[in-house]
């Protein structure tokens, strides 16, 4: 046996071992390359078997008639660039005259078969230019964050997407959200992934935990307000409404719109403020929406009336105040009582994990993404943290959250506490915790005198 052969065995015994041990360590290693490779040799057989082709134009057929040449064969979509990532491959292809990027979307499961990838992804960047996001290996069986995300106000990275890329929380641009999911679904772990993003940036989170606070108090350094109980619920929402009407009467004083400002320079939220007047956003967190909801009595029946009206008039009026809402629960349906599809109508973000019913999944995607609610409901209940979220655009993606614990969230909102802001309309609720306890060690090893 020579020593080429010997190296040779090592090299195929090592990519069999991170193929099957660290699928992340083979892909970089072994599987980018030999998968670009085979998806160049196999494109243009695999477009063909697909029906992803269209037939030669009448002047190529004519001209092939008159120079007696055998006729052209179909045209495939032209490859643009394929550029390889850390998870897979990025492929980006132009649609021939007739083609349309539903057939692309229609044919994922084939060419994920054809081109022997673990899953692709279609989506269409302008008029007749498709990308196609193929994964080399299941990137949600162990969640591993890019090392660089981007970082921009209120743009908070908190999952990762089946096709690799990073899932944001953006406030701006989606501003209430609403989380579903089962007992040991992994909604927690979202919520502190949550937190944790949210601690580094100059916003205020508010939070409403009736479960006696085990899941927000322990992050309570970080939090501006916090409630326990549906009483302190009440009165905290009434406290965030009347926050909300003097920051409208702040803009309203501030919005320039004198002949000689120009019209993108009108003030109509606090983003469209000058930096120094500009309030700080918040961010509230209701952990578990059916603890407001429920009631027993006509006196809880008239408080669960007005949280809900709060909650309404947070989600229809909050986002020109910079208030964002995050509410998570098990269900989310009409059976809560009035008000809650109304409160529901806004939430525009929707995330679901395992749920354990199919009316559990339409509550989060039937009025807006019908397809996502099938993935909802097939999610696996050995896979705690794997999701379905959409938006009003209808789209859908499966992601899953890296696991953070409650110390690591705890610690986070320790090391940040100092960027916790004061809202004097919330002054009442500040939860009250111990001062952090001092990093300085002494250096005497004797014990300290006792009295």
């Known amino acids: 046996m020579t020593w080429f052969t010997v190296a040779l065995l090592l090299v195929v015994a090592t990519a069999g071992l991170l193929r099957w041990r660290r699928p992340a360590w083979y892909w970089l290693t072994f599987g980018v390359t030999i998968s670009a490779v085979r998806v160049l040799v196999r494109y243009a057989s695999v477009m063909d078997a697909c029906g992803l082709t269209v037939p030669p134009s009448r002047w190529r057929l004519a001209l092939a008639r008159m120079t007696d040449r055998p006729a052209p064969d179909s045209r495939v979509p032209r490859i643009l660039r394929l550029r390889p990532t850390r998870t897979g491959l990025v492929l980006r292809i132009k649609l021939r005259p007739g083609q349309d990027a539903f057939d692309v979307s229609a044919a994922t499961d084939r060419l994920r078969h054809s081109f022997g990838m673990y899953g692709v992804t279609s989506r269409e960047l302008r008029s007749g230019v498709v990308e196609l996001r193929m994964t080399g290996y299941d990137v949600l069986k162990r969640v591993q964050m890019p090392a660089k995300v981007d970082r921009v106000p209120m743009r ?17 641009t989606v501003p209430h959200g609403l989380t579903l999911g089962a007992t040991e679904s992994g909604k927690s772990v979202y919520q502190r992934n949550l937190v944790a993003g949210l601690a580094p940036h100059d916003v205020a989170l508010v939070g409403i935990d009736c479960k006696q606070g085990v899941e927000l108090f322990p992050l309570a350094r970080r939090f501006s307000a916090l409630a326990d109980n549906p009483d302190t619920a009440l009165e905290l929402l009434d406290a965030l409404v009347t926050h909300m009407e003097d920051v409208y009467q702040l803009i309203r004083a501030q919005q320039r719109i004198s002949v000689s400002v120009p019209d993108a320079e009108i003030a109509a939220d606090i983003w469209d403020l000058p930096a120094d007047l500009r309030p700080v956003p918040v961010v509230v967190l209701v952990d578990e929406v059916a603890e407001l909801a429920l009631f027993a009595t006509k006196e809880d029946e008239k408080r669960r009336d007005r949280i809900i009206t709060a909650l309404v008039r947070l989600a229809q009026l909050g986002r020109a105040a910079g208030i964002y809402l995050e509410i998570c629960g098990q269900r989310f349906g009409s059976e809560l009582g009035k008000g809650i599809t109304m409160l529901r109508a806004q939430l525009t973000g929707r995330t679901a994990h395992r749920v354990n019913d199919e ?16 993935a909802a409901i097939q999610i696996p209940t050995d896979t705690p943290g794997i999701a379905v979220t959409g938006d009003s655009s209808g789209g859908w993606s499966r992601i899953r959250a890296p696991h953070t614990s409650l110390r690591q969230a705890v610690n986070l909102c320790n090391r940040h506490a100092d960027r916790t802001p004061d809202l004097p309309a919330l002054e009442a609720f500040r939860p009250a915790v111990a ?17």
């Open 156 to 172: 908070i990275p908190v999952a990762l997407r089946e096709d690799g890329s990073v899932h944001y929380r953006d406030y701006r």
């Open 359 to 374: 009316p559990s999944a339409n509550m989060a995607f039937g009025d807006i993404a019908p397809d996502a609610v099938l």
């Open 435 to 451: 001062p952090l306890p001092s990093a300085r060690v002494p250096l005497s090893k004797t014990a300290p005198a006792t009295a």
